[in-house]
Antibody, heavy 122, light 110 residues
Framework: EVQLVESGGDLVQPGRSLRLSCTAS????????ISWFRQAPGKGLEWLTF??????????EYAASARGRFIISRDDSRRIAYLQMNSLKIEDTAVYYC?????????????WGQGTLVTVSS | QAGLTQPPSMSKGLRQTATLTCTGS????????AAWLQQHQGHPPKVLSY???NRPSGISERISTSKSGNTASLTITGLQPEDEADYYC???????????FGGGTKLTVL
């Protein structure tokens, strides 16, 4: 069974940093791009970033809201993708989800995890 | 801010058919199509359909999708109480190299 589990969410003060983890099981992690999304309380879904598989260069793409403050990375040996979040703002408060690229879909993401809550507050 | 446009709400009766729309541009929906996700309150999103209109394994045959120009549609037939949820469309926007979402449609089954 394909499973993605996010962790690392916490209550942090504005300006601080936080690293989220997305731990995968049930599929060949190294063959999949991984993406991060978020959902602020009572709001819609927002894409943040994705990282391609190593055979596609392991390159990354970022939404404008994440570029410059957030960094995605992956450790294929540990089957974990990370989201390093720096200079956090109150408006970064959200549930953060990861998802994997589904083979044969041309780049669509599925198998979302349960999410991890990040609260930015003083 | 949503990149795609969805009506904020829709109400339909039990066993009726609901058609939800998602309007984008020639840079996203028009060329890429749209994926559709369902989200129940307090739960993570679940993908109902990929941009190629294929359904993931286990998704009901009551779900179908289509596209006309820059507008994608999700049709749910024989509405059931469990279909009451928020529905989001999403696709890749080639002009900004980013995944974009619609603001979501809250479907109420009466």
């Amino acid at each position: 069974e394909v499973q993605l589990v996010e962790s690392g969410g916490d209550l942090v003060q504005p300006g601080r940093s936080l690293r989220l983890s997305c731990t995968a099981s049930g599929f060949n992690f190294g063959d999949s791009a991984i993406s991060w999304f978020r959902q602020a309380p009572g709001k819609g879904l927002e894409w943040l970033t994705f990282i391609r598989r190593k055979t596609n260069g392991g390159t990354t793409e970022y939404a404008a809201s994440a570029r410059g403050r957030f960094i995605i990375s992956r450790d294929d040996s540990r089957r974990i993708a990370y989201l390093q979040m720096n200079s956090l703002k109150i408006e970064d408060t959200a549930v953060y989800y990861c998802a994997r690229e589904v083979p044969g879909t041309g780049g669509d993401f599925d198998d979302w995890g349960q999410g991890t809550l990040v609260t930015v507050s003083s | 801010q949503a990149g795609l446009t969805q009506p904020p709400s829709m109400s339909k009766g039990l066993r009726q058919t609901a058609t939800l729309t998602c309007t984008g541009s020639s840079n996203n929906v028009g060329i890429e199509g749209a994926a559709w996700l369902q989200q129940h309150q307090g739960h993570p999103p679940k993908v109902l359909s990929y941009r190629n209109n294929n359904r993931p394994s286990g998704i009901s045959e009551r779900i179908s999708t289509s596209k006309s120009g820059n507008t994608a549609s999700l049709t749910i037939t024989g509405l059931q109480p469990e279909d009451e949820a928020d529905y989001y469309c999403s696709t890749w926007d080639r002009s900004i190299s980013a995944w974009v979402f619609g603001g979501g449609t809250k479907l109420t089954v009466l």
